[in-house]
């Protein structure tokens, strides 16, 4: 073994360091709390949502609200830490009955094999609109909108909002029911002008449901102007003229899940400030380049 100017080669191989360590040198580097939020919904509803907190940025700070697909979850806690290292707080709502951790309270009668927008019909066509499962859902999210903007840490004048597809419409509804939100970035929304959904023979995948309910309760379609007038109440192009939120909104024309008409019927009737990512060759898909355009959006906050 060759000789060294250092220590003796025993003792290198040991060696650990005589540079004294900070006390807080662990809390340094770690960018990020991450916890599980609970609140009660509508209905008593234990509702829950992921919150990630960043620990280096001086309070107040900006907040985004993330709102997922259809009978998914808030997902991973990995693909939220990008805005948490840019200094924001980040909640994902898991909504009630679906992929999460969110509970579904029930109370009401009829269909519930498949999905939530004709959850509560047969108690809506009776005279109990307030039973719309979706109705739950949307002050879910506005409630926690309202619970983020209300921590100490958060500046409630910079928050926003995004999410796709059925995050797309939870999007909508948040920022038009709780309209100090800022910002929104829907994606293809979800749950928009049902009756032309219909009309084009699109009741199918996310939309199967409004097929399912007309063959079990109303098979001849004799009350099919009492119900779509009652799913008028939780479909977002009529919440969409309260929204004063400045809004960014990603569309493929090729949607046949969320076909592109459905999507502008509410789009059409904001009159906020707005803007659209047009992808003319792209459905209900990823759309390349879309999440950056939203993480750019959102550093206006």
């Given amino acids: 073994m060759p000789l060294t100017f250092d220590f003796p080669w025993e003792k290198l191989v040991t060696y650990q360091g005589t540079n004294p360590r900070p006390s807080d040198h662990d809390a340094y580097w770690e960018f990020a709390e991450c916890f599980h939020m609970y609140f009660t919904g509508v209905g008593g509803a234990r509702v829950h949502a992921k919150l990630l907190r960043p620990k280096q940025v001086a309070a107040p700070h900006p907040a985004l609200l993330m709102?997922?697909?259809?009978?998914?979850?808030?997902?991973?806690?990995?693909?939220?830490?990008?805005?948490?290292?840019?200094?924001?707080?980040?909640?994902?709502?898991?909504?009630?009955?679906?992929?999460?951790?969110?509970?579904?309270?029930?109370?009401?009668?009829?269909?519930?094999?498949?999905?939530?927008?004709?959850?509560?019909?047969?108690?809506?066509?009776?005279?109990?609109?307030?039973?719309?499962?979706?109705?739950?859902?949307?002050?879910?999210?506005?409630?926690?909108?309202?619970?983020?903007?209300?921590?100490?840490?958060?500046?409630a004048g910079r928050v926003g909002a995004t999410g796709g597809s059925q995050g797309g419409a939870l999007t909508v509804a948040c920022v038009a029911l709780e309209p100090r939100v800022q910002r929104a970035a829907p994606i293809f929304p979800f749950l928009s002008d049902y009756q032309r959904v219909?009309?084009?023979?699109?009741?199918?995948?996310?939309?199967?449901?409004?097929?399912?309910?007309?063959?079990?309760?109303?098979?001849?379609?004799?009350?099919?102007?009492?119900?779509?007038?009652?799913?008028?109440?939780?479909?977002?192009?009529?919440?969409?003229?309260?929204?004063?939120?400045?809004?960014?909104?990603?569309?493929?024309?090729?949607?046949?899940i969320c076909p592109p008409s459905s999507q502008f019927a509410a789009y059409n009737k904001i009159t906020a400030p707005k803007t659209q990512?047009?992808?003319?060759?792209?459905?209900?898909?990823?759309?390349?380049?879309?999440?950056?355009?939203?993480?750019?959006?959102?550093?206006?906050?």
Wanted: hydrophobic share 40%.
């Fill in 198 to 256: 219909w009309s084009m023979d699109q009741a199918k995948d996310a939309y199967q449901e409004l097929k399912d309910y007309f063959r079990l309760f109303d098979p001849r379609h004799e009350r099919e102007a009492e119900i779509f007038t009652n799913l008028g109440y939780v479909d977002i192009q009529f919440l969409a003229p309260r929204i004063k939120a400045e809004m960014l909104w990603g569309i493929g024309l090729m949607d046949t």
């Fill in 67 to 155: 709102f997922h697909g259809y009978t998914g979850n808030s997902g991973d806690w990995n693909d939220k830490l990008g805005y948490v290292a840019r200094g924001c707080t980040v909640a994902a709502l898991d909504c009630r009955g679906q992929g999460g951790l969110s509970e579904d309270v029930g109370d009401v009668t009829g269909n519930t094999h498949r999905g939530h927008i004709i959850r509560g019909m047969n108690d809506a066509l009776n005279g109990h609109p307030e039973k719309l499962l979706f109705r739950q859902i949307f002050l879910d999210t506005a409630q926690m909108a309202k619970i983020v903007m209300e921590m100490p840490d958060v500046d």
């Fill in 277 to 301: 990512a047009i992808y003319p060759d792209f459905g209900h898909e990823n759309l390349p380049g879309m999440q950056d355009k939203i993480y750019q959006f959102m550093l206006g906050l």
